[in-house]
């Protein structure tokens, strides 16, 4: 079946714009994550939902961070007022359950200028 | 404070020998572990997990070893093959209490050479 996509794969944009990530889950996956891979470092959590609900937004950085899954599938990270630290790349997960294991897109990889 | 690390950043083998990979952590929270593949411009793809009940599971050319009481664990990828060349990360979470979150290490390239 399909994996988890993410759109667009790149994005280039300039410092202080505002951005908006999307992420199509696994078909039936309850859960979904949000990661953010800087550049030699390990992914980074970012913010879980279960269902429609943000269950844990505590690895948002700060408040230019936002995100929504308002069906409970398709999710978008917004990011507004971008800064240059902002770039990095942005990997969305799924998971049947939050019990089961996490499968990964294939990021979206963000360049602010 | 990094509470997963992978303290090799690379590891070159020989096709068909075995290849060891590192991984400590300093969470004792920690109760699940998990090794993710990763090819340039993909997402990280689930290869292995391990509970913290156990010890050792294997799935076909790939083993996880969990020692707690040093908070270290490997994944072994006997024999090695060119096709293993990516980054492995090391990544672990607390079940108890329902913390589902994955905390992840740097990530250590392993290199296998025909």
């Known amino acids: 079946g399909a994996g988890v996509s993410q759109t667009p794969s790149n994005k280039v944009t300039e410092k202080g714009k505002y951005v908006e990530l999307r992420c199509d889950p696994i078909?039936?996956?309850?859960?979904l994550y949000w990661y953010r891979q800087s550049l030699g470092q390990g992914p980074e959590f970012l913010i879980y939902f279960q269902g429609t609900g943000a269950a844990d937004d505590s690895g948002l950085p700060n408040d230019r961070f936002f995100a929504v899954r308002p069906e409970g599938s398709v999710s978008t990270l917004k990011i507004q007022r971008t800064e240059r630290g902002d770039s990095a790349v942005y990997l969305c997960?799924?998971?049947?359950?939050?019990?089961?294991?996490?499968?990964f897109g294939p990021g979206t990889r963000l360049l602010v200028l | 404070d990094q509470q997963v690390k992978q303290n090799s950043p690379s590891l070159s083998v020989q096709e068909g020998r075995i290849s060891i990979l590192n991984c400590d952590y300093t969470?004792?929270?920690?109760?699940?572990f998990l090794w993710y593949k990763k090819y340039p411009a993909e997402g990280p793809t689930f290869l292995i997990s391990?509970?913290?009940?156990?010890d050792k599971n294997e799935d076909g050319r790939f083993t996880v070893f969990l020692n707690k009481s040093a908070k270290h664990l490997s994944l072994h990828i006997v024999p090695s093959q060119p096709g293993d060349s990516a980054v492995y990360f090391c990544?672990?979470?607390?079940?108890?209490?329902?913390?589902?979150?994955?905390?992840f290490g740097k990530g250590t390239l392993l290199t296998v050479n025909p």
């Open positions: 391990i509970s913290s009940i156990k």
């Open positions: 990544a672990a979470s607390v079940r108890r209490g329902s913390n589902y979150k994955l905390t």
């Open positions: 997960a799924s998971s049947l359950s939050r019990e089961e294991t996490q499968y």
């Open positions: 969470n004792s929270m920690f109760d699940y």
């Open positions: 078909s039936g996956h309850t859960a």
